[in-house]
């Protein structure tokens, strides 16, 4: 019989045969007597701040086969290495529907408290299995789901979901998990399975998630390590047919891409079996023949590919040298035989317009193949799960709840540590930063909101790690990405010197250079070390760019896209050639992946397994307390331990503790008719708990009641709340005018009715307001009072700039951050009689700003103070001055002059000569255009006295015309004009775009 009839139908009937028979009860007893050994919930321990005394627990458990044990509701596994009895149909029956903590700890509990919750509650949950390479997550995982096939309610029709949703894992497996020096089963994907039930809690469908495949195993696996399982169970267990048609030997000696790590044979590992499993999945997962035929020759096709061997002609290119192998591949592929082989020596090349074909050398031939093999691989292997999602997905529209199952690669640290060791070990930071901040911080804050004493437990939080690796512009991953993608000659070993330029100082990374003595010799030069959490990794830079960056030479992918294989031709579509942009790099998806897989997460209820590995032999029985303390430490057991234990393992509401427990009291059986929180106080006082036993929060009343105006049952609670509102805007007050952040008041301060008089006051969404005014106000004054009166004429003309060119100049944006100067000429650069002629003149001027000989051009550049005693004085010196070019009307002739300005006109100067005098009451307007040129045209009216418009061509442009404009107080009269300015002597365009083409700038169209 096939071993997966035995797993699933054998189960089944045991199901129901140990229903009807008792057999539980017997059952029971024997649980509780094994359960004597050590505490099963370390919240007991008598030293729980003992390291020794955990490890002691585990270790006498472990002994015993106990290899769970609680920490309140978390679960802790050891991996058993060996077959137990623990799994049963009649243990699941045992588990399904029993309150969590009357039965010995179990990953059935954990599956049936998150299950129920869902029931009762209709809400989603999850369930995250951590713990390093080989840990146990995966078969914990398994377990999970196979309780949930076997314990929920179901219908004839269902069942097929049931079979669907336990056989996607053999399937996933034989496809996405390896050999590795670690772990047998070692997945090398990451999984996050969502189960949907619907309101009566069957399951109905599923959806599965997967995350970065260790694609690069598909051409290369270290000493002692496999291939993707597939590949050996197809060659051990494919029918003789099958073989033959996809052109393979039954021996996987004669396959490249199988033997590097010479161990294609392994003796825990039942090749022929398990692809009888597969292939039986197979079937119940809705896979055509076609879907197999194709599937299969994809299988086949890489590994006739790692067979292909390149030499070289007489050229130094590379030819294939045996023409066998591709001809399989062309078969199998659907792709025409000539056009393959060319595209596996070749490199199409666009230049211009047109495309040369490049002849490869042996060496990028290789990469090239390596490359088609991984790139099939992994886009089949999304393929899969797509599909597989397909048939689990269930299409009526009902509400659905779901419970989510992670299990992803776990911490992994090898002799040489590349680009896939450091997104698999930067995946595990993040979800114990995730486990942090749902369970040590937020349980924390729980017991600081419910006003329960409590002394803060100091814990490593991992973030500072998370951010070294994924923070915008100065993560590892981005740094990584620049290097990728900037032009020239980047390498790994430039990405390494960018890392030690650009996170050198960080406390968790080092490199051989950054090292001291003694760290230096265990660090190469092409290394680089982070310190995660969980330990130190030292990761071998080479590859590191080849690996993020994925690229497939585009006749190869062109190939692929015209391939008659149907899966093939899926997985490349033809729309991608089209595509310009650049794909996203492989580091970049994977971070962006992890970010949504969070947010998924964050979303539901969340329930934990933290799995240890017991020894590095996968020997079972021993317990290599050396490597277990070190599991213990950085999962952060006993942090979570010292948490649950200062804040009591067992925490229930008033009313669910009075009704379970109320049949201990006099007082409160059978009925308690008062407040529930007293009836408790009355209980526990009757059983004599000794006051530091129990705590009795203090606002769970008021939270209750916290939609109830204010009343003394809620006031207590809603101040609790005010005053932590106020204490955590103290920490987030915005520091600066710019900062418009404020910290919103939590809803129920809003859903509280505030009962009107005047000793209550307290509705903190307007006081929330009334501060925030009164913040911003003070920043504003603050600000205001630094600033000096030189900035204030600087901002005062920097707002008249604003007011005139922001979003109508080209060049505009460039120029905000650039000072204005109060002239670009000193009068000593003047010549003297031009400032004699000049100074002949008579202006209005306020009396309280000519405190001296001089007016300053800062003050006299005060736009919004209206003279309140004017006066005729003389002059008196320029207020700006500037050279510029000036264009004649006739002939537009370029000509080096002085702008000078005074209070009353503007003066175009040549040496002692002045050309032209605008009198500012005679201007009619000021032009510019919107093109990032210096053109100005000063428009004046043609008369006896005035030449008419003066074309100019200025550096300061933004300057200039400001100053020109608050000197005339002409700000209104200024046009920013499209593509050129007109000239009331209508110069034209041709004549216009002339002039400005002169001047180096593209007139726009
Ligand atoms: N509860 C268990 N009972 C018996 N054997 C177990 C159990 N858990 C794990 N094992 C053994 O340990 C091996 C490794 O476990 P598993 O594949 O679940 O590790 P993992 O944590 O998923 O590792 P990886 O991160 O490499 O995928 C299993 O193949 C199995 O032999
Ligand atoms: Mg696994």
Redesign the pocket.
């Known amino acids: 019989m096939d071993p997966i009839d035995l797993e699933f139908d054998g189960m089944c009937d045991t199901l129901k045969e140990e229903v009807e028979d008792n057999t539980d009860i017997i059952m029971e007893g024997a649980l509780i007597a094994r359960d004597r050994v050590g505490v099963q919930d370390f919240v007991l321990l008598d030293s729980h701040t003992s390291e020794a005394a955990f490890l002691n627990n585990l270790r006498k458990r472990y002994q015993e086969n106990l290899?769970y044990t609680y920490i309140g509701t978390l679960l802790v596994s050891v991996?058993?290495?060996?077959?137990?009895d623990i799994y049963t149909v009649t243990q699941m029956q045992l588990y399904r529907g029993v309150n969590f903590f009357e039965l010995p700890p179990h990953l059935y509990a954990i599956a049936d408290n998150a299950y129920r919750v869902m029931c009762s509650e209709y809400n989603n949950h999850f369930i995250l299995i951590s713990?390093e390479?080989?840990?146990?997550?995966?078969?914990?995982s398994k377990k999970i789901l196979q309780y949930y096939a076997v314990t929920c309610p179901t219908t004839e029709q269902l069942q097929v979901v049931r079979d669907r949703l336990l056989l996607s894992n053999p399937v996933l497996e034989a496809f996405g998990n390896a050999k590795?020096l670690?772990?047998?089963?070692?997945?090398r994907f990451g999984k996050y399975m969502d189960i949907q039930f619907d309101f009566k809690g069957a399951p109905v469908g599923g959806h599965i998630l997967s995350y970065l495949i260790e694609k690069s195993r598909v051409v290369h696996q270290n000493h002692g390590e496999r291939n993707f399982h597939i590949f050996y169970q197809l060659l051990e267990g494919g029918e003789k047919d099958l073989l033959c048609w996809l052109g393979l030997e039954r021996n996987p000696q004669k396959y490249a891409y199988l033997i590097q790590g010479r161990c294609a044979k392994v003796f825990s590992i039942n090749d022929k079996n398990d692809w009888k499993i597969v292939r039986k999945a197979f079937s119940i997962i809705d896979f055509t023949e076609k879907d197999l035929e194709h599937l299969f020759g994809i299988v086949a096709s890489v590994l006739h590919l790692g067979n292909i061997q390149f030499e070289e002609d007489s050229n130094g290119h590379a030819i294939i040298r045996n023409g066998t192998q591709i001809k399989w591949i062309s078969k199998l592929l659907g792709v025409h035989l000539s056009i393959l082989q060319e595209a596996l020596t070749h490199r199409k090349i666009e230049a211009r317009s047109e495309e040369v074909l490049s002849p490869l050398n042996v060496d990028l031939a290789f990469y090239a193949r390596d490359a088609v093999a991984k790139a099939i691989y992994g886009r089949t292997f999304t393929w899969l799960v797509n599909k597989i999602n397909g048939s689990l997905a269930n299409k009526d529209s009902t509400r659905k709840t779901v419970i989510g199952l992670l299990?992803i690669?776990?911490f992994e640290v090898l002799d040489t540590n590349s680009f896939e060791q450091f997104c698999i070990n930067y995946c595990n930071e993040k979800l114990q930063q995730l486990l942090i901040e749902m369970t040590l911080k937020a349980e924390q804050e729980e017991y600081e909101m419910e006003g329960i004493e409590w002394e803060p437990i100091p814990y490593f939080n991992n973030k500072i790690i998370c951010d070294l690796v994924e923070q915008k512009h100065k993560g590892i991953i981005s740094i990584l990405d620049e290097e990728c993608l900037r032009p020239g000659e980047a390498t790994d070993l430039s990405f390494l010197e960018k890392l030690e330029e650009k996170v050198g100082d960080h406390a968790h990374f080092v490199t051989r250079k950054l090292a001291d003595q003694k760290t230096r010799k265990s660090i190469d030069w092409v290394d680089f070390r982070l310190l995660h959490y969980a330990g130190e990794v030292t990761y071998c830079a080479v590859g590191f760019l080849e690996k993020n960056n994925d690229l497939l030479y585009r006749n190869l992918k062109e190939v692929l896209c015209n391939s008659k294989n149907g899966i093939v031709r899926e997985c490349f579509l033809l729309s991608e050639l089209d595509s310009r942009r650049r794909p996203e790099t492989v580091a970049t998806q994977f971070k962006n992946s992890l970010m949504s897989l969070i947010e998924i997460l964050m979303s539901k209820e969340p329930s934990y397994v933290r799995?240890i590995k017991p020894n590095e032999n996968k020997e079972p029985g021993k317990f290599d307390d050396c490597l277990i303390r070190h599991q213990v430490k950085y999962l952060g057991l006993m942090e979570h331990l010292r948490v649950r234990r200062a804040g009591f393992a067992y925490r229930r509401k008033y009313e669910h503790f009075l009704q379970r427990y109320k049949s201990l009291c006099p007082a409160t059986w059978p009925h308690w008719h008062g407040p529930a929180a007293e009836g408790v106080e009355k209980l526990i006082k009757h059983i004599g708990y000794k006051p530091e036993e129990y705590k009795l929060g203090r606002f769970i009343k008021g939270f209750i009641n916290r939609k109830k105006p204010l009343c003394p049952e809620n006031i207590e609670f809603v101040r609790l709340v005010q005053y932590k509102y106020l204490m955590k805007l103290r920490d987030h007050i915005p520091r600066n005018v710019l900062d418009k952040s404020w910290l919103q008041p939590p809803s129920i301060l809003e859903e509280v009715k505030f009962a009107a008089g005047p000793s209550v006051c307290t509705d903190l969404a307007q006081i929330s307001e009334m501060l925030q005014k009164i913040c911003i106000r003070n920043l504003v004054r603050k600000y205001c009072r630094g600033v000096t009166p030189e900035r204030k004429v600087q901002l005062q003309q920097k707002a008249v700039t604003s007011a005139i060119f922001r979003g109508k100049k080209e060049g505009y944006q460039q120029s905000i951050n650039l000072p204005f100067a109060d002239t670009r000429l000193k009068e000593t650069d003047i010549n003297p009689k031009v400032l004699q002629l000049i100074q002949g003149e008579k202006v209005k001027v306020r009396k309280e700003n000519w405190s001296s000989a001089a007016v300053s051009t800062s003050q006299a550049l005060q736009p919004h103070v209206m003279p309140q005693r004017e006066e005729l004085i003389p002059a008196s010196y320029s207020q700006y001055a500037t050279p510029v070019v000036k264009y004649d009307r006739n002939g537009f002739k370029a000509r080096e002059r002085l702008l000078v300005l005074t209070q009353s006109s503007a003066y175009v100067v040549e040496m002692a000569k002045i050309k032209q005098k605008i009198d500012y009451a005679t201007l009619k307007g000021i032009s510019t255009s919107n093109l990032c040129d210096g053109i100005v045209v000063i428009h004046v009216p043609e008369d006896n006295k005035q030449k008419g418009d003066v074309i100019l061509q200025c550096e300061h442009v933004f300057e200039t015309v400001t100053k020109l404009c608050m000197l005339s107080n002409k700000q209104n009269l200024v046009k920013v004009v499209k593509g050129r300015c007109q000239t009331r002597q209508s110069l034209d365009e041709k004549q216009f775009q002339f002039l400005v083409t002169r001047n180096g700038k593209e007139p726009a169209g």
């Open positions: 290899i991996n058993p290495y060996k077959e137990l713990g390479s080989g840990a146990g997550k995966t078969e914990a590795t670690r772990n047998d089963n070692s997945s299990d690669y776990g799995c």
